[in-house]
């Protein structure tokens, strides 16, 4: 192997060590950190939405607040809870008297079955509270949607005391949603599960903290 020689005239020469620039490089970790930190929750934005509830959770079942304040006696409104309307119904002290005057026209008066209603409305106003009506519109024949008729007398008969009709088949039911006998539906309209949050405001879908 040949030697390698240096030449002893020549002169070695050697550079210092770069300064380090101290506030340049926290810089650079600062500004790290933080895309980082922005990074991680950019990313975990999506996990977090996704715990949020859906619109398809909501209308498979989400609680509905209405506000009842605005209804009028002898008057009602619609409210929409799991894609079906719901009714909630203000009736007159008149209205809610005549309810148990006509049970032995019903198929089911005391409310026997149970699937229908929730026990704390299995009474002949259906109710929390007597004068406030919460049914499900749809009928329990083949899901038709009846007509209210809430009027007494008038197109249904110089007999009929207020309640609804279902234009499809015929089914008659008063103004807690009790089915007549004689109508093809076998069973009254559903009451759904509702509590009140304040005297004016109705929760529908939770359960009222009543007893049965």
């Not at 006998?181 to 529908?204: C, E, F, M, Q, R």
Request: hydrophobic letters at 35%; a negative charge.
């Amino acid at each position: 192997m040949a030697d390698t020689k240096i030449d002893k005239n020549s002169t070695l020469s050697f550079q210092p060590p770069l300064e380090v620039d101290l506030e340049k490089r926290q810089f650079l970790v600062n500004t790290t950190a933080t895309a980082g930190a922005i990074g991680a929750a950019a990313m975990a934005m999506p996990f977090v939405g996704s715990m949020l509830p859906s619109e398809r959770a909501k209308a498979a079942g989400a609680p509905v607040e209405v506000d009842i304040s605005k209804i009028p006696p002898g008057a009602m409104m619609t409210a929409e809870w799991r894609g079906k309307p719901v009714w909630i119904i203000n009736r007159t002290d008149a209205q809610t008297a005549e309810l148990s005057q006509h049970n032995d026209q019903l198929s089911d008066p005391m409310c026997d079955v149970a699937s229908q209603q929730p026990g704390y409305c299995k009474n002949s106003s259906r109710g929390i509270k007597p004068n406030i009506g919460v049914v499900v519109g749809i009928c329990t024949h083949l899901g038709c949607s009846p007509t209210a008729k809430l009027e007494t007398g008038g197109d249904m008969g110089e007999n009929w005391t207020g309640g609804f009709f279902c234009p499809c088949h015929g089914s008659k039911f008063d103004l807690a949603g009790r089915v007549y006998k004689g109508s093809p539906a076998p069973t009254n309209l559903v009451v759904p599960p509702h509590k009140y949050l304040t005297d004016t405001t109705i929760l529908i879908g939770v359960d009222a903290d009543v007893e049965a």
